[in-house]
């Protein structure tokens, strides 16, 4: 009985132990923003936090390309804490201030921000 009950007690602690670092590299420690014309770095506070919080409001899903023959407004470039990965995510601003949105990760794919958020982010990052 004393053996199940280790047995039990070490799958927790491994379970435990892999839910809480699983999340840890995907951190944002830094976004390098191109809007072809100029390029600086958003790295530390305030800033960070806020634009982080901007991409919390995309609606990741079955959204249509944007139309190509237009260049990209912005690419934003997310770098990550444990492995330095550089995450590059291509924006178009739109005329109804809506913005689409095509991340390199495979389970987000095209995402767009409503006339709110589109308006706010092309504010902030182009000015």
């Known amino acids: 009985m004393r053996l199940k009950w280790t047995w039990i007690a070490l799958i927790v602690v491994v379970v435990l132990f892999a839910v809480t670092t699983m999340g840890n590299d995907d951190e944002v420690v830094e976004m390098i923003v191109d809007t072809g014309e100029e390029q600086y770095t958003i790295s530390e506070g305030d800033s960070l936090d806020r634009f982080l919080g901007y991409w919390g409001e995309i609606e990741w899903g079955d959204h249509t390309m944007p139309n ?43 995402g767009k921000w409503d006339e709110e958020f589109g308006m706010l982010v092309e504010t902030e990052l182009l000015e």
């Open 68 to 110: 190509m023959e237009r260049t990209q407004d912005v690419t934003v470039t997310h770098i990550l804490s444990d492995t330095e990965e550089e995450l590059d995510y291509v924006i178009w601003f739109h005329d109804d201030g809506s913005a689409t949105i095509v991340s390199p990760k495979a389970g987000e794919g095209i």
